[in-house]
């Protein structure tokens, strides 16, 4: 089992940055690629960002290129979503997703099999 703990959520102007933390346990970190996907009320579950095992290739919505960026420390066990220029729409929860059975991250959230329990991000205008 791997446990996955969000933090580094809030209220945020828009224009602002936050960065959001994902600590694993459980499980060697390096074994797993990485997703953070967003979830908005109302709306379904999207991905937002991925990583590899190793870190070297990241994949990104189109809705946060150029403004997200995601990596991971395999020292820290942790993963990140350093997010700049936040807009309104941004406002979900995000959760952060492993899976130990593929090499590389991608936005299919059913290729991941387990999952944190989510950090607010509320940009406000």
């Known amino acids: 089992q791997v446990q996955l703990v969000e933090s580094g959520g809030g209220l945020v102007q828009a224009g602002g940055s936050l960065r959001l933390s994902c600590a694993a346990s459980?499980?060697?970190?390096?074994?797993?690629?990485m997703g953070w996907f967003r979830q908005a009320p109302g709306k379904e579950r999207e991905s937002v960002a991925a990583i590899s095992r190793g870190g070297g290739i990241t994949y990104y919505a189109d809705s946060v290129k150029g403004r997200f960026t995601i990596s991971r420390d395999n020292a820290k066990n942790t993963v990140y979503l350093q997010m700049n220029s936040l807009k309104p729409e941004d406002t979900a929860v995000y959760y952060c997703a492993a899976t130990p059975t593929r090499y590389y991250g991608d936005s299919y959230g059913d290729h991941y099999e387990f999952w944190g329990q989510g950090t607010q991000v509320t940009v406000s205008s």
């Open positions: 459980g499980r060697s970190f390096s074994s797993l690629a």
